[in-house]
């Protein structure tokens, strides 16, 4: 078993890590100070100024195919280029990168769609979730109803990510009520495409975060028959699979988050004296440090394994899920203990672990929550459909 990088991937982990740490980290103090007056920590413009010097060197379109202009990374670089990424808060991504399952688009969509969400001239937003639908998805009640060549939609989303600025949504709706009603979700919910001038508003939902969800609102809509994304009735499956994508990316960055905030909470304890002695000479300080690096190293494997039985081809849905269940508990245990090693100072505005601990609030409720990981695991294990000696047997 070889569980090094190839020298490709240790080339690409290092531009990254050396962008992060030129482009992204300095500008750190200035997202914290206009977070701190309630404005968007990094503008628009400063965003796309950093997206176009990574596209310069190649990095456009982490995973997005190459026959769209991306880099096709494989999982497990995806993976690790997420980690290098979250070493800061700042919330930077790469360009390029599309929602997965507008690759399911036909001619025209990709054209309408898919290319200029790529290339970030058109925004997308992803809406399952309503205020009596969240981990039952199934329970979703937004309908559209079918009159002649159009569809007309009506029902509330809530909580989606980017909605404010969306120019379109990726909405689901009951599209046939009676095999809804009998749980046939398989054939009772379509996706439709619905740029925002057909009509559907969004409100901005404040968070314990920085950057907030909207509501979005369906007021009798009417889109034509060619919104359908993918076939009419297998929504579902649709909804399943965007939710999937990001099971083991999104612990990969909360993991670098929290290297980085080990590595911060040892620079204070070298520095920081009480009775006498550096804290860092504390066994108390020292379990928190060594307990927390365990947990990382842990956290890596998973996440890894999991980004490698994607790239692999193999079913990786229960590893996704350790690592996402893993990760949101580990990491929000992580920055608890950092920010204590801090004292005081871990507490205030001054620095970034407050924040971290704020953000990191979210990895246990979104695409998931921990309580449905486990739901997930177990079902898996207890029918058998899985085993517990995982992907090496
Ligand atoms: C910041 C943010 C961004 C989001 N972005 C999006 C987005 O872009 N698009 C989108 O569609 N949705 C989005 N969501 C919605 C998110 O996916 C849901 O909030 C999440 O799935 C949980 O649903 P809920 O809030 O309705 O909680 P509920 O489902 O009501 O759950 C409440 C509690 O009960 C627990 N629970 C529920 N069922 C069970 C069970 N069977 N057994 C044990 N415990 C259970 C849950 O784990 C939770 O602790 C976002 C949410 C947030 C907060």
Redesign the pocket.
């Known amino acids: 078993m070889d569980l090094s990088l190839t020298d490709d991937e240790r080339d690409i982990r290092q531009w990254v890590r050396t962008f992060v740490e030129k482009e992204v980290m300095p500008l750190e103090q200035d997202v914290l100070a206009r977070e701190r007056r309630h404005e968007r920590g990094l503008p628009p413009e400063e965003l796309k100024r950093l997206q176009d010097t990574a596209r310069a060197a190649g990095f456009f379109g982490v995973l997005t195919p190459e026959e769209y202009g991306g880099m096709g990374l494989s999982a497990v670089m995806a993976a690790l280029v997420e980690v290098e990424l979250g070493r800061s808060f700042v919330p930077f991504r790469f360009a390029g990168d599309a929602d997965n399952i507008l690759f399911h688009a036909n001619e025209a969509q990709q054209e309408e769609y898919l290319r200029p969400t790529i290339e970030g001239t058109r925004k997308s937003?992803?809406?399952?979730?309503e205020p009596g639908?969240?981990?039952?998805?199934r329970a979703i009640r937004t309908s559209a109803r079918r009159e002649g060549d159009e569809w007309v939609i009506n029902g509330e989303?809530?909580?989606?990510?980017?909605?404010v600025d969306a120019d379109f949504v990726m909405v689901f709706a009951v599209t046939d009520p009676e095999a809804h009603k009998a749980g046939r979700t398989g054939e009772s919910v379509t996706c439709f495409l619905v740029d925002r001038d057909r009509g559907w508003t969004s409100q901005q939902i404040d968070?314990m975060?920085e950057w907030g969800?909207a509501a979005l609102v369906f007021d009798d809509v009417r889109v034509p028959h060619s919104a359908i994304l993918g076939e009419e009735g297998k929504g579902f499956a649709l909804a399943m699979q965007w939710i999937g994508k990001g099971r083991y990316l999104l612990p990969a960055r909360a993991l670098g988050g929290c290297e980085r905030m080990v590595e911060m909470a040892m620079e204070w304890a070298h520095n920081r004296v009480t009775f006498g002695k550096p804290i860092a000479e504390r066994q108390a300080i020292q379990w928190m440090i060594a307990d927390s690096a365990t947990e990382i190293e842990a956290l890596r494997w998973l996440v890894l394994s999991a980004a490698w039985q994607v790239d692999q081809g193999r079913d990786s849905r229960q590893a996704q899920s350790m690592a996402k269940l893993f990760g949101g508990v580990k990491c929000n245990e992580i920055v608890d203990r950092m920010l204590q090693v801090h004292g005081g100072m871990g507490y205030t505005r001054e620095l970034p672990l407050e924040r971290w601990y704020r953000e990191l609030r979210?990895l246990r409720?979104?695409?998931?929550?921990?309580?449905?990981q486990r739901?997930t695991l177990a079902r898996n294990l207890l029918k058998g459909h899985v085993s517990v000696r995982g992907h090496l047997g």
Do not use: H, M, N, Q
């Not at 937003?125 to 979730?129: D, E, L, P, Y």
């Open positions: 937003c992803f809406a399952i979730t639908a969240g981990s039952d998805a989303k809530t909580f989606i990510t980017g909605g968070t975060g969800p979210l409720i979104y695409e998931g929550t921990d309580e449905i739901r």
